[in-house]
């Protein structure tokens, strides 16, 4: 059976629905309004144990997982939800030993994604021109241990791109359609290009532009994620529900057609 | 720039719509009712590249992504949809280097995309108890060349699993509630089960039978995916769209509370 | 051009969204927390004026449509929204001169659709069993000028019901299904019967009991709405939206089945 | 108990899912593939009646409802579906005695709703300059008794409008933008104006011109509409629905604003 290791990340899940992602170091704790739980009480555990704090509060200890980490995230700024990231995953044919481009850092959140599923023989290089926003990323991933998968490059992407040979780009910015030449010097033939756009007018201009930088057989796609309450005999649809997060926009990369080779 | 190898796979895509995946073994070739593509020709070129058959009709040879290849997978029962495929492998944390399990192979749809996550130090043990299901999945994995990473097991799960120390499992089976004690003896404490099904009245049988089992944190969601013309300046959402393939559930398993252990 | 009159429901839109519906008495004010409208200075302009409080705050005061009465009904318990009301609307062939039952008065949002679309030569006939709910609910009605329209009746119809020959009815009560003999006999033969359930294990219940009661051609649907965002150029939807009122339920009824008469 | 009655519009249902409507003129009959069913024979009985075609097929015989008589159009063109005129009719407060501008008439299905919730005192006015389009309206709203209520005019709208005093209007044409200031010179002040268009570009522009010609209070709404399977116990969503229609758009007019009077 599988132990809790000192240095593990884990999950503290209450019934209350609180829940904390935390590293257990040695000799730390974890405080709550509702009492403390010391670490080295939770070392050595198998995962899934139960564990009270000192005021009698339960926690259920589990290891995390991608979904966990992503509903974590500490967000600066918008970020792209799971009903969208599992869909990209699939789209970028995101994988283990993939290198992977990604335009628009932001808070991480697609960055830890991408980080998860190319493995420590894969990496995600990512662009973003605001330092503070790669600062945070990097604390996002560093806390879940992901920061050594991923190369965070601060640079607007507008003035040109050092990196090369992507099979996979994905770029989340205000107006992709600007900055298609310089991410095609990036790609392969043939590579995957997905983007994510609030406005339907963004993908209009997208669309436009992306036959002449050599970016054809567009997708456009909307996700939903509809949630249901879970009691048995009473199954119902949650009363509300994420409307919109983002057009989902994907493209073959073809650099016979850009010119740009 | 990556160049097409021999033996490779590839994506033969027509203007027309007409699309093939076939592995280019050196001699042979693509026959087509607007003639012939030699592989010889193909074998060589710059991913990406245009050919002609000699009857003037062109393809663009792409490498297949794995949206590709799960759009090509021959069906011989219901296969699961990328839209859902997309949130399951982020909701089971198929990455690199994981054992997932798998009740139900089927056409092998879920088993291609398990497969392409986990990677050569990952595996996928799939368990379905109809030997022609198992020889079709079969064909399919190979074909794609993802069957190393497949331990297919031709066994009705009802009598007993062999398997154990899963951290997630996947379950497309009509009665899942009937083999949760099963299954939960393959399962790490913490693992996540995730399963497919078609009808509401099967979803409220499971939500009532996994408590006992030790299978808790219930998820039921639905993924919707709405898809666009891409026509610039004319953009509007197609005609028509899958309404219902299954509803998802989800759960964390705990050995503890399950008293399997 | 048409004139404000004395004694008219007028809806009062300010720039800011605050909105109210009330009826213009001569002498009369509305008070709002920046500044007052006297009714004896609105009555005489022509709909679709502005008009200033004291304070400067302006007002565009409109004729209501059903949509802003039913925006505006007070509401006691769960109301039935616009978007199901439309489709049940035209379900019910809810038309001038038409006899519709409801039972389940609540609020009474439907009571006012229904009493808005029979006109003067209709009448819908609406039970419920608690005296507070159908009191709230003729206040609703009396405060639109509806409640000629309209009988309101106190009495579980599980009782019994004295009502006869419509041609549709509307149930909005947690068990519709207990009730179907007693509600058939108000019905002529041919009558639509239409219900809203919130669980879709009520849904189940409703289906299986309908046709020993004569109710057939069953028709089972949900209904969403997606509002966008207005402004020219930067088109989306809003961010969310509600997810789930309830499932609408219709069948026709026929008596000779039923075997009640 | 109401009386099938000679010249009544009745609605054939078979068991098959075979429908039709009929109007039930003495001495003639309705032929089918599995036989004759008379009228004379079918005329006096009660609604809700089963009747059987001399080969054995059997026939519910029923009161067409809106809903029947909308799904039974016959159309020349992409006609507006129920799930759009239930709220159509409910955001232009379509009831008895009111008079409703429609532009562009098209095969008349939102006209027959309209017709059918004005009721004998109110009129529906209806503007196509398609001769082809309105004569096949015209036999449309004949063919189920409703052609007294609607007074179709032949003309482009264009060109000026004839029409005034109305409080609502639907607009069912390509570029409605264009026809916005001869559109207002037809409504009173306050009026709702509604639309819908296919594509998110069209309504891009509908918003951008409207404000200058007094259209006020933009509302942009899609209605989705999800069936049912109704076996119960294996309740579930239809496979596929209808994705798209068109985009609904609805405003207030606001005479001063627009300067027009």
């Known amino acids: 059976m599988s132990v809790i290791q000192p240095g593990d990340l884990a999950l503290f899940q209450a019934e209350t629905g609180k829940r904390a992602i935390l590293r257990l170091e040695p000799d730390r ?25 000192h005021l009698g509060m339960e926690f259920t200890v589990l290891q995390p997982t991608l979904r966990d980490l992503l509903l974590h995230i500490r967000r600066q700024s918008q970020i792209i939800f799971p009903k969208d990231i599992g869909y990209i995953l699939l789209r970028l044919s995101a994988g283990p030993g993939k290198r992977i481009l990604e335009i628009g850092t932001g808070s991480g959140a697609l960055t830890t994604a991408l980080a998860w599923m190319v493995g420590d023989d894969g990496q995600v290089v990512s662009y973003d021109r605001r330092e503070d926003m790669q600062e945070f990323a990097r604390k996002n991933l560093t806390r879940v241990g992901l920061q050594q998968r991923v190369k965070l490059v601060l640079r607007d992407v507008g003035e040109g791109i050092e990196a090369e040979g992507f099979e996979a780009v994905f770029v989340d910015v205000p107006a992709p359609e600007t900055l298609l030449p310089q991410i095609g010097r990036g790609l392969n033939s043939g ?14 201009r997208l669309l436009e532009a992306a036959p002449q930088a050599g970016f054809e057989m567009p997708e456009v796609v909307e996700i939903f994620m509809r949630s249901y309450k879970t009691t048995p005999g009473r199954l119902r649809p949650l009363d509300r529900m994420v409307a919109h997060t983002g057009y989902l926009i994907f493209f073959r990369f073809m650099a016979a057609v850009s010119g740009s080779r």
């Open 29 to 53: 704790d974890y405080q709550t309004h509702k009492g403390i739980v010391y670490y080295n009480d939770v070392i050595g555990l198998p995962w899934g144990s139960r564990i009270n704090t």
């Open 191 to 204: 590579a995957v290009l997905g983007a994510i756009l609030p406005t339907i007018n963004q993908v209009d």
